[in-house]
């Protein structure tokens, strides 16, 4: 497969490239090919979408901000998610498909299908537990048949976190068995803004709770056996000492995503699961009072389809201007940071889990840009030039995978490190 992809026009295509969020990944990609990966051997890429004049204007708005005006040459495809014969040409074409089309419940499954098909691995930046576990049950023997790597959630859900409990993992002496990670976000004088369609995907995500329950009970997977001391899950909404800040769990889909990558370690690798918990650190009690208020009236407005249809109409109004069909400023945007710190424990070599309590403690943090349009760009291509650099680091065969089981073997921790997205130890005790 790596062979027959490797021959390919482009080893790097963009699906979505005059999206939002698409944009963005052109210009990383852009940046990528000036990288270490690529020196001596020029990166063969393309953008793809349906329309010829959007493509073209975001080359050129990439060129000027890059100054690199040769990427107005950059090549073209025209592919329609509506249109199978245009997908599947794509994919002929690529060796591997950034997909940058959300929301991926309704646009992500004929892309899938279409990489499989037509012999190109494919990732995307989803962050909707539905459509990833879905994609895996109807998809992995297909894609492990065709050698195809099908790797979902490689942007901010969930790279930091699933890469983040793997990289504690690493850092001990010993045998991690649980770890609690707790998310913050920094912003400038101005604040802070996400693009309408991430708003959308929570809506929509929201409303199909029933169906990703229906989901997992037709996956009716035993859980995971715990090593040692078992976890303790907190209150919706509780004050944490090791942050100092109020925290709620977090909504997003990183906890699903790590639970599947314990898995995949444990059932293929004969690994320790190690368990996990996700928190987002909102701060005083003003900030819980907002989110509680802001919480209760998104829950109540996504029971009916009018109040659905208010939420997509107006998302500055309904998330305090948190969300935008503008997005946000780029001076937001070079203002705005995160950090994901983890509290992990375990067991030093030699002392049973069974017989004995924790013995290790260890401190790591991941942190980074802006996370929706610097941080999840850099994670996904990188992610992607990981497939194209490292063929023989992942699983032995295709499938569908998340991040942490796709690159465990990899050195895409590294790649991160350099891109600016970073991995650090804060402290241990062994």
């Not at 998340?402 to 650090?424: C, V, Y």
Request: net charge positive.
């Amino acid at each position: 497969m790596a062979t027959r992809a490797s021959n390919r026009p482009y080893q790097i295509v963009i699906f979505g490239a005059s999206g939002f969020t698409g944009q963005f990944v052109v210009e990383e990609v852009a940046r990528a090919a000036d990288g270490e990966d690529c020196r001596g051997q020029e990166l063969r890429w393309a953008v793809a979408g349906r329309s010829q004049k959007k493509l073209e204007e975001v080359l050129s708005r990439a060129a000027d901000r890059l100054g690199k005006p040769q990427l107005k040459s950059i090549d073209i495809i025209l592919s329609d998610i509506s249109d199978a014969a245009s997908l599947a040409d794509m994919c002929k074409k690529a060796s591997v498909v950034l997909d940058c089309v959300g929301p991926y419940r309704f646009y992500g499954e004929a892309v899938v299908k279409a990489c499989i098909e037509n012999g190109a691995h494919f990732l995307d930046i989803s962050g909707e537990p539905q459509f990833l576990e879905s994609m895996q049950m109807k998809y992995n023997s297909q894609a492990a048949d065709s050698g195809v790597y099908i790797v979902g959630s490689t942007g901010f859900d969930s790279i930091p976190a699933d890469l983040g409990v793997l990289f504690t993992r690493n850092s001990i002496q010993g045998t991690l068995t649980a770890v609690e990670s707790f998310l913050s976000f920094k912003s400038g004088p101005e604040g802070t803004c996400i693009h309408e369609g991430t708003w959308q995907s929570a809506i929509h995500g929201v409303t199909d709770q029933g169906n990703l329950r229906n989901l997992r009970k037709k996956l009716a997977l035993k859980p995971l056996p715990v090593t040692g001391k078992k976890l303790k899950r907190r209150g919706a909404v509780f004050y944490s000492n090791e942050v100092q800040q109020y925290s709620i769990p977090f909504p997003g889909s990183d906890a699903s995503v790590v639970k599947r990558t314990q898995r995949y370690l444990y059932e293929s690798l004969k690994e320790t699961p190690v368990q996990y918990a996700a928190y987002f650190a909102v701060g005083g009690i003003a900030s819980v009072i907002r989110l509680m208020f802001a919480g209760f009236l998104f829950l109540l407005f996504t029971k009916f389809s009018f109040g659905r249809n208010l939420l997509i109409k107006y998302p500055k109004c309904f998330s305090f201007g948190y969300f935008s069909k503008e997005g946000p400023t780029m001076k937001q945007m070079e203002e705005s940071s995160f950090s994901m710190t983890f509290f992990g424990e375990g067991y030093s070599k030699g002392v049973d889990p069974q017989q004995a309590k924790p013995n290790v403690k260890i401190c790591t943090q991941v942190s980074g840009p802006e996370v929706a349009y610097i941080t999840t760009p850099i994670a996904m291509v990188q992610a992607g030039m990981t497939i194209l650099k490292e063929p023989e680091s992942l699983p032995k065969s295709g499938g569908v995978y998340t991040p942490g089981a796709a690159f465990s073997k990899t050195k895409l921790i590294d790649r991160l490190n350099k891109a600016g997205i970073h991995f650090t130890v804060l402290s241990k005790m062994e």
